[in-house]
Every structure is written in C-alpha cells, then in structure tokens.
C-alpha cells in the first residue's frame, strides 16, 4: 500500500503564495504520475496539473503560468508552488499518485486525505 501525507495548505491574502508538499510512503516502488487535484464547494474534483517520473507536467489552463509543479523522485514527493492566488483557487487540495507495473500495466490509485486552502482578504 501507499500511503500520501500532504503539508502547507492554509489561509492566504489575494495575491499571495503557498507550497503544497505530498509524501509517499509505503510500497512506493513503481510510483509513476503524481498530482493534485481540488475541489471547490458545490463543485466537482478537477486535476490542477501533474507530472509523470520523467518530469513531464500539465496544467489546468486557469493556473498555468501561476503554479508549479515538481517532484523529488527519491524521496517520492510531489510539491506544487502556487503564486498569485486568487479566491476562485479557495478548495480542498488532494494529492495524487499511481503506481503502474511494467510487466503487466497494472495501475493502482492512490488518494491523499485533502488540504484546505483558502484564498481570502
């Protein structure tokens, strides 16, 4: 099993910045894309970006040129740099990882608990 302990979520001013950082723990062995993803109230979740163990990454287009996506592979975790929030940014932040077998493809999911951020004057 996988285990994902995420840090950094909070309160912050328009404007402002956060760090997110999600841990890996377990049997980490295999990990390949991880990410985040949020959810807005009265809303569904929806990827903020990601960014596979090569270091390819993606954004949603509302974050692109504001967050940054990156990960240290050795200690298997994933940070996301978020600049310039705005209130719309204000949802729960989960952390994303899979773990996919080469000799078969097998894929398996793993979900981090959530983090607040709220974006606010």
């Known amino acids: 099993q996988v285990q994902l302990v995420e840090s950094g979520g909070g309160l912050v001013q328009p404007g402002g910045s956060l760090r997110l950082s999600c841990a890996a723990s377990?049997?980490?062995?295999?990990?390949?894309?991880m990410g985040w993803y949020r959810q807005a109230p009265g809303k569904q979740r929806e990827l903020v970006a990601h960014i596979t163990s090569g270091g390819s990454t993606n954004y949603k287009d509302s974050v692109n040129g504001r967050f940054t996506i990156s990960r240290d592979n050795a200690k298997n975790t994933v940070y996301l740099q978020m600049n310039s929030l705005k209130p719309e940014d204000t949802a729960v932040y989960y952390c994303?990882?899979?773990?996919?077998?080469?000799?078969?493809?097998?894929?398996?999911?793993?979900w981090g608990q959530g983090t607040q951020v709220t974006v606010s004057s």
């Open positions: 994303y990882a899979n773990r996919l077998r080469t000799t078969n493809w097998y894929r398996t999911d793993y």
């Open positions: 377990g049997s980490t062995f295999s990990i390949n894309v």
